[in-house]
Nanobody, 119 residues
Framework: QVQLVEFGGGLVQAGGSLRLSCAAS????????MGWFRQALGKEREFVAG????????YYADSVKGRFTISRDKAKNTVYLQMNSLKPEDTAVYLC????????????WGQGTQVTVSS
């Protein structure tokens, strides 16, 4: 199994920045990709950004392209989400996820961290 713990959420004004971190432990050698999702109150969970664990290719939702950057530190088994130019509509619980090599989709999830952007 893979355990995921997120850090870095909080309250920020519109236009500001936050950096989220997600530390992975356990069977990290089996990870194929890691990603960030978010779920706003009353809305469905949506994909934000993803990164291939070995190759480093990145993927973004259109709504965050040019504002958010996903990166990873393999030595620390940690993935980051740098969020700039934040908007009130970015307010949500942000969840870290991992996809293992045997899975067809993300199969491990963190508990989430709240990000609130005030206008």
């Amino acid at each position: 199994q893979v355990q995921l713990v997120e850090f870095g959420g909080g309250l920020v004004q519109a236009g500001g920045s936050l950096r989220l971190s997600c530390a992975a432990s356990g069977r990290t050698f089996s990870m194929y990709a890691m990603g960030w999702f978010r779920q706003a109150l009353g809305k469905e969970r949506e994909f934000v950004a993803g990164i291939r664990w070995n190759g480093g290719s990145t993927y973004y939702a259109d709504s965050v392209k040019g504002r958010f950057t996903i990166s990873r530190d393999k030595a620390k088994n940690t993935v980051y989400l740098q969020m700039n130019s934040l908007k009130p509509e970015d307010t949500a619980v942000y969840l870290c996820a991992a996809q293992t090599v045997v899975a067809t989709n993300y199969d491990y999830w963190g508990q989430g961290t709240q990000v609130t952007v005030s206008s």
